[in-house]
């Protein structure tokens, strides 16, 4: 989803209603790619878990015992700085994906779902979200707020926990910040068009996070794995024969070198 922050033509006027409208628009377009961007933040959790338990240890074995195979090369010819350097880059890459390991192994695992994510549920979100969003406060305290609340509806939502969201609805239609606000028109007015310049700078912000999260290489990993599944294909599956395959050869050539073990 890709927001769309022009405005609208209603809005040149000025008008009161109209900016309130424009802001209400602005709001459904931010709330949109917020559930874009919380679908998108779960897949790629998730994938990381199925990734790193098929192919990720196998990785990190792989570029381990290349270390050891670069370092025992550069050590039968250590005149030959080209093996040298050789092996201080498979040191580097093994340190890189022991680090990566570890780091997999340290994150907490992704929410599981309390209950399959329907339409209504996402439908729900958004209006949620496009009322409670932290770019729509008046103030530090209302930002504060919504902050927590908007936090608590992502956690809600990636669980599948629909009575918690809408327990948190609730809660924002009975506290007082959802009726505070400027008291005059023209302190209203003012607000309103600081708010709508808010959300722009936020879908703007958004838009550019999503099309770098689909830019990543997880991300296109994610999607290619899925294209193969449904070719009836298992791309995991292949990468991680693969691997034991490369694992087994360079296993063979340490003990060729006689650094077997």
Not at 26 to 37: D, H, K, M, Q, R
Not at 91 to 119: H, L, M, N
Not at 121 to 132: D, G, N, P, Q, V
Request: without cysteine; glycine residues 6%.
């Amino acid at each position: 989803m890709s927001g769309d922050v022009t405005s609208s033509p209603v809005l040149a006027g000025d008008n009161h209603e109209a900016t309130r409208q424009e802001v209400a628009r602005l709001g459904a377009v931010l709330a949109g790619l917020e559930l874009e961007l919380t679908e998108m933040r779960l897949a790629l959790s998730r994938f990381e878990v199925h990734y790193y338990e098929r192919v990720g240890q196998k990785y990190l074995e792989l570029d381990l015992l290349l270390a050891r195979l670069a370092e025992a090369r550069a050590g039968s010819s250590p005149q030959d700085i080209d093996l040298a350097e050789l092996a201080r880059s498979a040191r580097d890459e093994a340190r890189r994906s022991s680090e990566e390991y570890e780091r997999f192994i340290a994150d907490p695992a992704p929410p599981r779902e309390k209950a399959p994510i329907t339409g209504e549920m996402k439908a729900l979100y958004r209006t949620i979200a496009s009322r409670i969003h932290p770019d729509r406060a008046v103030d530090d305290e209302s930002r504060t707020v919504r902050t927590r609340l908007m936090a608590e509806l992502n956690d809600a939502y990636a669980h599948g926990d629909r009575e918690r969201m809408e327990d948190i609805a609730a809660r924002w239609e009975a506290s007082s910040d959802a009726f505070g606000g400027p008291g005059t028109a023209a302190r209203e007015q003012e607000h309103l068009a600081r708010v709508a310049a808010r959300l722009r700078l936020r879908i703007s912000s958004m838009d550019q996070e999503i099309a770098r999260m689909k830019r990543s290489s997880l991300f296109i990993l994610m999607t290619q794995v899925q294209q193969a599944e449904k070719a009836g294909r298992d791309l995991l599956g292949d990468l991680g024969e693969e691997i034991e395959r490369k694992v087994r050869t360079a296993r063979d050539e340490l003990d060729g070198l006689g650094f077997g073990g």
